[in-house]
């Protein structure tokens, strides 16, 4: 439901390295060492919509859990460098501010997001960083991966998942070299299975059919998990990221009713899409069932 702006900076990125020991299903422990973290992406444009969304959510009352995806499979382009975007501080003043700090001081790592408070204080992080691009053990060592994840994250309510490409069922995707951009939807069952609500990143693609289809998609794919209910938000400043909601059945109310308040907010606009619309600019009544939410336009 958000939309940050058009920034033209770029800040240091936080670097480091970390050493990560697997077990293979036979033979000894193998250690693998990871190198520069996907950190480069914090306080810009999509960093602020992002946590602007995730604070509206978890309120004071429903505990967050972030599984952060870190991916450690470098990338050399320019991601993450839109950060500047004043005219939208309005927003959320503190949050700018806040984001700001970190990109003027060359903090941008997911650990100074966790240390800043930006989100809730009682928060719980899983910031262990995986890589896919070595085969050796890869299914194995991501099943583990997760299962930790499961263990980290048991005592949150709201879950939110951020891979750096989103979600899909694709086979290619997730058991090749960059199956770390992606989540599956065997990694989203458990948790809404044992109550949690869950919101998962996803990248838009310039994929045939444009975001409609997407958003369809990706409906079926987490209805096909038990939700009845799923919903989204679209944040199109700079790139098109998107936002979908799968609330647990004890959740959906306040969920609901947050969703609204977050429209109503500045951050918010009336133009909705209903799940069943051919194209990303069609309107549906404000009125219409919360699960046919699809965008909404942020702040302009």
Known sequence: ???????TRTMPVTSRRRTLTVQAPRGPGRVIEFGVMQDRYVGDIGDFGKY??????AGDDLRLGVHWYLNTDEEGNT??????YR???????????????LVRDGRRSVAEVERARILPANTLFYSLPFSSR?????ASRRAAWNARALEVLAEADLVFMDPDNGLTRRPASLMGAAAAKYVSPEEVGPYFRRGNSLIIYHHQTREK????????EKFALLRSLGCERPWAFVFRRTSVRVYFLMPAPGHISILEKRSYEFLDTSWGAPDTLNSNSQTADEPIDRDEPSATLQVISPCH
């Not at 059919?209 to 369809?216: H, R």
């Open 1 to 7: 439901m958000v939309k940050p702006g058009n920034p």
């Open 52 to 57: 602007a969304l995730l604070n509206a959510f």
């Open 79 to 84: 991601d993450g460098k839109f950060t500047e």
């Open 87 to 101: 005219h939208l501080s309005s927003c959320d003043p503190p949050l700018f501010e806040a984001l700001q700090n």
């Open 134 to 138: 070595d085969s050796f053990g890869r």
């Open 209 to 216: 059919g444009g975001l409609a289809v997407t958003i369809s």
